[in-house]
């Protein structure tokens, strides 16, 4: 069991590392503001231009549960999630910037255990995305308000896409200090996964051929079911046409095995830091 | 050193007296697309007294860093095993995680906070209380006071290391590793360092190539040659390795000095021959070959003889040889 004095520790490392990864953030105000803020907008700005164009054109037109009416809120999501998506990328970017600044030694040789090294970046992260997720999520909200339930559903598989974006970046941080050329392999199917997940555009728009590929996803499914809880706060019938046994399945396993995966990987190969080198 | 007879079982209790001791203490590294292992460390033998300097000696890629990461609990050995202030590395790596203090040169620190943020940050993680008072006065003996607040990456070479001495310093560790702590960083800034380390009382374990530094500093020297302890001893004792050598500085006028150097490279008991531009380097067995020696260079115009008194650098060049 865990001592109060070395709770009372812990949270002190916590904090620490927390107040310095802050601190190098803001170092650079300008990278901070196009990386972290900027660059999610971007990718977001041309299938809003587009859908904006296809539901001008024919506002009875509809793709699955996407309509003149609601593609905005859907983007809107989108945008919240490319905001997650950062963890995934900036939990490896943070593991590599402390091996090349040859700092990673100085806290592995410190009496930090390895979670709070982990808990450390996480709410770093977590306090550097939260700022524009909070701001667009609460605009989404005035825009397309829900019931209390609905937006607690939202919340919650926004948190386990959390949770399954916080797993995946763990497991490229650990690859990018110790296995840089697993690393690069496991990006690329990263990358892939990002791209075949419908976080912009809806799955009905792809040819059925990508369309099985997409269903076969799991990044899919819990996007899809932040949409599919919102819409239903909105318009419950069509909604609950689109939610599956497989979206809960994927969505609840994913939130509860992907951690423990990237934790005996992390744990696996941490051990291992430093051979790598020879 | 300690020989494979007299090591001791893992339970058995530590002499008080050694603070570091290794037993068998093995590394192989895996090579990338290769079947064999590199042995990084051979069965290392090792014993630290409490408040000793204790200097490792040895060429690149000997080992020396690999014994470090081992002992401060960054690596795991392949075989074998170490206790470091009695505890067992790989039993009870959060003690001696406390207990030590890493120092590689001048890395281990962040060049994009400044030199307060990062003594700080180190405070709090190593737990430390009251940082503000004992940063304050560290910095000031070691003379950073007025870049405190400046980010490291303006800070010169010798700053940089202060300011990673200032880190392990702050955490008043039982025993300093320190890996190349002073390359790079001109004499004055050495001899501060050195005396400051001097001053400290604690035990220090120190890789360097710096013979000017371990000779100034250790109490013993351990020589590591590929993975292998080749001698453990006093610097006093290294040195009467090559007691009885004798180096010599000669000129000679430049037509000749490719005849002298054919010449010198046939006689036995010359070693150690080198050329570095007007100068021929080399060391006589004993001081009995002086006679021979005259002989054979009385034929040539020599313009300049010097006789140079014997450093741990030719220990060093001679073992690594």
């Not at chain 1, 999501?77 to 100085?106: D, G, P, Y």
């Not at chain 2, 050995?77 to 001048?106: C, D, H, W």
Request: charged share 20%; net charge positive; glycine share 4%.
């Amino acid at each position: 069991m865990v001592s109060k004095k070395s709770l009372r520790i812990n949270i002190r490392q916590i904090s620490a590392l927390v107040e310095r990864n802050l601190y190098l953030e803001v170092r650079f105000k300008l990278h901070i503001l196009f990386t972290r803020y900027f660059s999610p907008f971007i990718q977001i700005l041309m299938p809003l231009i587009i859908f904006n164009v296809i539901f001008t054109i024919r506002e009875d037109y509809l793709f699955g549960y996407w309509t003149g009416q609601n593609y905005i809120l859907f983007l809107f999501i989108a945008f919240c999630v490319q905001f997650l998506r950062k963890i995934v990328l900036n939990f490896s970017h943070l593991f590599s910037r402390e091996k090349f600044w040859k700092t990673l030694q100085a806290l592995m040789v410190a009496p930090v255990n390895r979670y709070v090294l982990l808990f450390g970046f996480l709410i770093a992260e977590i306090i550097l995305i939260s700022i524009p997720f909070i701001f667009f999520f609460i605009i989404a909200y005035i825009l397309f308000q829900i019931p209390i339930f609905y937006l607690f559903l939202v919340i919650l598989s926004f948190l386990a896409l959390a949770i399954l974006f916080g797993s995946l970046g763990l497991i490229l941080g650990i690859l990018i200090i110790t296995k840089e050329g697993i690393y690069s392999v496991f990006n690329l199917g990263l990358t892939l996964l990002f791209w075949l997940s419908c976080m912009s555009y809806p799955l009905q728009i792809f040819p059925e051929i990508i369309q099985s590929i997409i269903l076969l996803n799991p990044i899919y499914y819990f996007i899809d079911l932040i949409r599919i809880f919102w819409l239903m706060g909105l318009d419950y019938n069509l909604a609950i046409t689109f939610l599956t046994p497989t979206h809960i399945i994927v969505v609840v396993g994913g939130t509860i095995i992907m951690p423990i995966i990237s934790v005996y990987f992390f744990n696996t190969f941490y051990d291992k830091f430093g051979i790598s080198g020879y | 050193m300690t020989t494979n007879s007299n090591i001791p079982k893992e339970n058995e209790a530590m002499d008080e007296n050694y603070v570091i001791e290794t037993f068998n203490l093995t590394k192989r590294y895996k090579l990338r697309g290769k079947a064999e292992k590199l042995t990084a460390l051979n069965s290392i033998n090792l014993k630290v007294k409490e408040g000793e300097i204790f200097g490792l000696l040895g060429p690149n890629g000997a080992g020396k860093t690999t014994l470090v990461s081992i002992l401060t609990t960054l690596l795991q050995p392949t075989e074998g095993y170490a206790k470091v202030l009695g505890r067992n590395i790989l039993k009870e790596q959060y003690f001696i995680k406390k207990n030590v203090g890493l120092m590689l040169g001048s890395d281990m620190i962040y060049y994009r906070l400044t030199g307060y943020r990062n003594l700080k940050f180190f405070c709090k993680i190593y737990n430390i209380n009251d940082y503000e008072k004992k940063i304050k006065d560290m910095v000031e003996i070691l003379g950073l006071t007025s870049k405190l607040n400046q980010l490291v990456e303006t800070y010169s070479s010798g700053m940089k290391v202060k300011l990673a001495l200032a880190r392990i310093l702050l955490i008043d560790p039982k025993i300093l590793f320190l890996d190349e702590p002073m390359l790079g960083l001109d004499p004055k800034i050495s001899k501060s360092i050195v005396d400051i380390l001097m001053k400290l009382n604690k035990t220090i374990f120190l890789t360097s190539h710096q013979m000017n530094i371990v000779e100034s500093l250790c109490d013993r020297i351990a020589f590591l040659k590929e993975g292998k302890i080749i001698k453990v001893d006093s610097k006093e004792n290294f040195k009467n390795l090559i007691r009885g050598e004798t180096k010599i500085q000669i000129n000679v006028s430049e037509s000749r000095k490719n005849d002298l150097v054919k010449t010198l490279n046939n006689l036995e008991f010359v070693d150690n021959l080198e050329v570095e531009k007007e100068n021929i380097n080399f060391s006589l067995r004993s001081k009995s070959n002086y006679p021979n020696l005259f002989e054979v260079i009385n034929k040539f115009p020599i313009t300049k003889f010097k006789e140079i008194e014997t450093d741990l650098e030719d220990v060093f060049i001679k073992l690594s040889n």
